[in-house]
């Protein structure tokens, strides 16, 4: 079974699937841009991204625990959540 039959809600359309990964990845590179050009929207941006990453690392750990069992990208999600806590901490100055 594939990951986009594993979903809580049953199988996510592949549509779907590329657009919201196409737009994570743009979203990514555009901050990176912004970041690299030190424009004023970087900061907002990596907030943003930060936030978001964190939310899908607490949803995918909490699938987890609701289910009692692995779920796709459980594990990385632990990874994910440690580095979005490390970007957030940087963005508020303490790390």
Known sequence: ???????????????LF????VVVYAFCFAT??????DGELA???AWIF???MALNGLG???IMVVRRR??????TAFLLLALSAILILRLLGLG
């Open 43 to 45: 900061t907002p941006f």
């Open 1 to 15: 079974m594939g990951f986009r039959e594993r979903l809580p809600t049953g199988e996510m359309p592949l549509p």
């Open 70 to 75: 692995h779920f796709p990208g459980g594990w």
């Open 18 to 21: 590329v657009g919201i990964n």
């Open 32 to 37: 990176l841009l912004l970041s690299l050009r």
């Open 60 to 62: 995918h750990v909490g």
């Open 50 to 52: 930060a936030t978001a």
